[in-house]
């Protein structure tokens, strides 16, 4: 089978005084129908503007660069035109975003905004789209969703403007699904609510989800695969359970003893050093190197994807020796 | 026994919404009767979701905002009667580092400016010796003395946190109030901040009130912790003890809901219905009562309110604390409440 979403050789250039830069460069990945990837990283790593390239939302003036093919089912939707690609946007893939206040309109209720979705998708009277979406404010779990619907989004909660989004986001009974930081506005027990109604939808659904997210612990719960996204580039993919059990990359190894836990040795951080640098300063080697305890001379030549584990690749000179 | 360094006693902090039409407006209890103590060199976490008021907690302490009713005494000194002389004196023992550090720096100040700011007011050093104590301070946080004079908007989020603790250290405080300090940073960022935090501590014995919406954080810093609710605390003490087995059904939620980065810990997570209730209309009786999932919560629930009381190594606001809310590590279970 054919996964549902391939992406290859992504790149964003971005032009500046001295020539492009590139802060998405040669991002690769595939994703299955009703399973979760999760696209781990700190700011500036570009997980956000991958999300953006493949909804053809990259701000001006930055420009998706030839050579980069993005493939949703039997459409690939970097040679679309526009007209068609905004059939695509809130079409075939639905999206949710971090902060549901901006991107919900203060002027209309939330049965108006998911009514509109459902009536721009979808031929049907405006009594059908009021009635689908009350239906939809229940599949999400809306609590007492017939007065919801008439209710403005100042008037509802945090955590039920992001259910709004996402019925919004499931009007057209999209195929994908694309969360950039659902839950990072929301107090940690409203976040677990939203993560496990996300969940829920995928697996009734069959839908695929693309999880971007900064935080390793929402990834661990959630995601059946991880990729670790640090200066433009995937530097780490894995099954989930394998990327916990044995990060192959320095990147994520230093991630991973960044965090404090909530069980074990309370001991001391192991930070990583340094910042991660801005894109006109990315070494041409190894990106990661000048803050990696492991560099050596090999790090000065830009390493590809290597298997590192089984499922597992890392993009590490580490693991050239490794057998696969 | 030594007297603790901070002593508050019944704070509280209430808002009435603005504007004359809302004079019959229930006021916010934003702070609701809270009492703590910090000793010296001690490490208090305060932890809570939003609207909690764990920040106004913070504030009104330092009197950045005034406190409703309540006492707080620093050193034996009551911080809410002090007038403009003693309260500049106060804060020379009590600084704040706060969760913004773009917006906690004046941008058309130097840095160096901004440091010296505070030992210039109060005569710590004169003439040449207040750069020597700017650059000192710049290097005790992990910056090129060379910074002082460049501007905030020249650095990265986590050099701007590490400016914004210098500048708090630079009075000598017995106690930094923090509050969020490093929840907008990036986690490789983040742990160096809390090293960061963690080591200056041990070297000048300072003692911190930690305020964090994340109980890891809070776990990794302190070495007590309160759990506040809706303006009070439900449950507090040592933080080994009140994470390994807490006695409110608040703080095993909240434990349960911490996303934590290990797969083999997602197993029995208790997810709580609803949102917090509003602090303008706090339930009757307990005010977790509306979300609670404890086997033995009734109808004395609904109408009495817990007070915070012993119970093992701990305090917890809870009728049943004596009995365990839920096996925490056990089954996947889903927890109804009201919505």
């Given at each position: 089978?054919?996964?549902l979403?391939?992406?290859?050789?992504?790149?964003v250039?971005f032009p500046t005084g001295?020539?492009?830069?590139?802060?998405?460069?040669?991002?690769?990945?595939?994703?299955d129908r009703?399973?979760?990837l999760?696209?781990v990283?700190?700011?500036?790593?570009g997980k956000?503007?991958?999300?953006?390239?493949?909804?053809?939302?990259?701000p001006?003036?930055?420009v998706?660069?030839?050579?980069s093919?993005?493939?949703?089912g039997?459409?690939?939707?970097t040679?679309?035109?526009?007209?068609?690609?905004?059939?695509?946007?809130g079409?075939?893939?639905?999206m949710v975003?971090q902060?549901?206040?901006?991107?919900?309109n203060?002027v209309?209720?939330a049965?108006d905004?998911?009514?509109?979705?459902?009536?721009a998708?979808?031929k049907?009277?405006?009594r059908?789209?009021?009635?689908?979406a009350?239906?939809l404010l229940?599949?999400?779990?809306?609590?007492?969703?017939?007065?919801r619907l008439d209710e403005y989004?100042?008037?509802?909660?945090?955590g039920?403007?992001?259910?709004?989004?996402?019925?919004?986001a499931l009007a057209?009974e999209?195929e994908?699904?694309?969360a950039?930081?659902?839950t990072?506005?929301?107090d940690?027990?409203?976040q677990?609510q939203?993560?496990?109604?996300?969940?829920?939808?995928?697996?009734?659904?069959g839908m695929?989800?693309?999880?971007i997210?900064?935080?390793?612990g929402?990834v661990a719960g959630r995601a059946?695969?991880?990729a670790?996204?640090y200066?433009?580039?995937?530097v780490?993919?894995a099954?989930t359970?394998?990327?916990?059990?044995?990060?192959?990359h320095?990147?994520?190894?230093?991630?991973f003893a960044?965090?404090?836990?909530?069980?074990?040795?309370r001991?001391?951080?192991?930070?990583?050093?340094?910042?991660v640098?801005?894109?006109?300063?990315w070494?041409?080697?190894?990106?990661?190197?000048?803050?990696?305890?492991?560099?050596?001379?090999?790090?000065s030549e830009?390493?590809?994807?290597?298997?590192?584990?089984?499922?597992?690749?890392?993009?590490c000179w580490?693991h050239?020796?490794q057998p696969? | 026994m030594?007297?603790p360094l901070?002593?508050?006693?019944?704070?509280?902090?209430h808002?009435?919404?603005?504007?004359?039409?809302?004079?019959?407006a229930?006021?916010?209890?934003?702070?609701d009767g809270?009492?703590f103590?910090?000793?010296?060199?001690e490490?208090?976490?305060?932890v809570?979701?939003?609207?909690?008021?764990k920040?106004?907690?913070?504030?009104?302490i330092?009197r950045?905002q005034?406190p409703?009713?309540?006492?707080?005494a620093?050193d034996?000194t009551e911080?809410?009667?002090?007038q403009?002389e003693?309260?500049?004196?106060?804060?020379?023992h009590?600084?704040?580092?706060?969760?913004?550090?773009?917006?906690?720096?004046?941008p058309?100040?130097?840095v160096?400016?901004?440091?010296?700011e505070?030992?210039?007011i109060?005569r710590?050093?004169?003439?040449?010796a207040?750069?020597?104590?700017?650059a000192?301070?710049?290097?005790?946080?992990g910056?090129?003395?060379g910074?002082a004079?460049r501007?905030?908007?020249?650095f990265s989020?986590?050099?701007?946190q590490?400016?914004?603790i210098?500048?708090?250290?630079?009075?000598?405080p017995?106690?930094i109030?923090?509050?969020?300090p490093?929840s907008?940073l990036?986690?490789s960022v983040?742990?160096?901040?809390?090293?960061?935090?963690?080591?200056?501590q041990?070297?000048?014995?300072f003692a911190?009130l930690?305020i964090?919406?994340?109980?890891?954080?809070v776990?990794?810093?302190?070495?007590?912790i309160?759990?506040?609710?809706?303006g009070r605390?439900v449950?507090t003490?040592?933080?080994?003890?009140v994470?390994?087995?807490p006695r409110h059904p608040?703080?095993?939620a909240l434990?349960?809901?911490?996303?934590e980065a290990?797969p083999?810990?997602?197993g029995?997570?208790?997810?709580l219905a609803?949102?917090?209730?509003?602090?303008a209309?706090p339930?009757p009786?307990?005010?977790f009562?509306?979300r609670?999932?404890?086997?033995?919560?009734n109808e004395?629930?609904?109408?009495?309110r817990p007070?915070?009381r012993p119970?093992?190594?701990?305090?917890a606001?809870?009728?049943?604390a004596?009995?365990?809310?839920?096996?925490v590590?056990g089954?996947s279970?889903?927890?109804?409440g009201?919505?």
């Amino acid at each position: 089978m054919t996964p549902l979403l391939e992406v290859r050789d992504l790149r964003v250039g971005f032009p500046t005084g001295r020539g492009a830069i590139h802060p998405v460069d040669g991002v690769s990945f595939t994703l299955d129908r009703g399973r979760t990837l999760a696209v781990v990283g700190e700011s500036g790593s570009g997980k956000s503007l991958t999300a953006l390239a493949l909804l053809r939302l990259v701000p001006s003036p930055g420009v998706i660069e030839p050579g980069s093919m993005v493939r949703l089912g039997d459409q690939v939707l970097t040679e679309l035109d526009e007209r068609a690609m905004r059939a695509v946007r809130g079409g075939r893939i639905g999206m949710v975003f971090q902060d549901p206040m901006t991107s919900l309109n203060p002027v209309f209720t939330a049965g108006d905004q998911i009514a509109e979705a459902v009536r721009a998708h979808r031929k049907v009277t405006a009594r059908e789209a009021r009635d689908r979406a009350l239906a939809l404010l229940e599949e999400v779990g809306m609590p007492a969703p017939e007065r919801r619907l008439d209710e403005y989004p100042h008037q509802l909660s945090g955590g039920m403007r992001q259910r709004v989004m996402i019925a919004i986001a499931l009007a057209a009974e999209p195929e994908l699904l694309i969360a950039d930081e659902p839950t990072t506005a929301l107090d940690v027990t409203v976040q677990a609510q939203i993560l496990e109604l996300l969940d829920a939808l995928r697996a009734k659904r069959g839908m695929a989800v693309l999880l971007i997210t900064h935080d390793l612990g929402v990834v661990a719960g959630r995601a059946d695969d991880v990729a670790v996204m640090y200066a433009g580039q995937i530097v780490e993919s894995a099954p989930t359970a394998q990327l916990f059990a044995a990060p192959a990359h320095p990147y994520t190894q230093g991630l991973f003893a960044s965090i404090p836990t909530l069980h074990g040795e309370r001991g001391r951080l192991t930070p990583i050093p340094g910042v991660v640098p801005p894109p006109d300063q990315w070494p041409s080697g190894c990106r990661f190197a000048p803050r990696c305890a492991f560099r050596f001379e090999k790090s000065s030549e830009p390493p590809p994807l290597l298997p590192a584990g089984p499922g597992q690749l890392a993009r590490c000179w580490l693991h050239a020796e490794q057998p696969a | 026994m030594t007297p603790p360094l901070l002593l508050v006693k019944d704070l509280v902090k209430h808002y009435r919404a603005g504007g004359f039409l809302s004079a019959a407006a229930p006021p916010v209890r934003a702070v609701d009767g809270v009492s703590f103590e910090i000793a010296r060199g001690e490490t208090l976490g305060l932890v809570g979701e939003s609207g909690c008021g764990k920040s106004s907690v913070g504030r009104t302490i330092l009197r950045l905002q005034e406190p409703t009713s309540g006492s707080a005494a620093l050193d034996g000194t009551e911080i809410f009667s002090l007038q403009s002389e003693g309260l500049r004196t106060m804060r020379r023992h009590m600084q704040m580092i706060f969760q913004d550090p773009y917006g906690s720096l004046n941008p058309r100040m130097k840095v160096g400016d901004a440091i010296a700011e505070g030992i210039r007011i109060h005569r710590l050093a004169r003439g040449a010796a207040v750069g020597e104590r700017v650059a000192a301070l710049l290097a005790e946080v992990g910056l090129d003395a060379g910074y002082a004079t460049r501007y905030p908007h020249e650095f990265s989020g986590g050099q701007r946190q590490r400016i914004g603790i210098a500048r708090a250290l630079a009075v000598e405080p017995a106690l930094i109030i923090c509050d969020e300090p490093v929840s907008a940073l990036d986690v490789s960022v983040q742990a160096q901040v809390l090293n960061l935090l963690g080591d200056l501590q041990r070297q000048r014995g300072f003692a911190y009130l930690f305020i964090a919406h994340d109980l890891a954080v809070v776990r990794q810093i302190a070495q007590r912790i309160a759990v506040m609710y809706l303006g009070r605390i439900v449950e507090t003490g040592p933080v080994d003890a009140v994470l390994a087995d807490p006695r409110h059904p608040y703080t095993v939620a909240l434990r349960s809901a911490v996303p934590e980065a290990d797969p083999a810990r997602h197993g029995g997570r208790i997810v709580l219905a609803g949102d917090p209730p509003s602090p303008a209309a706090p339930p009757p009786g307990c005010p977790f009562h509306p979300r609670c999932f404890h086997p033995s919560r009734n109808e004395r629930c609904r109408t009495e309110r817990p007070e915070l009381r012993p119970v093992g190594m701990q305090m917890a606001a809870c009728h049943y604390a004596e009995i365990t809310p839920l096996a925490v590590e056990g089954a996947s279970s889903r927890v109804a409440g009201i919505a």
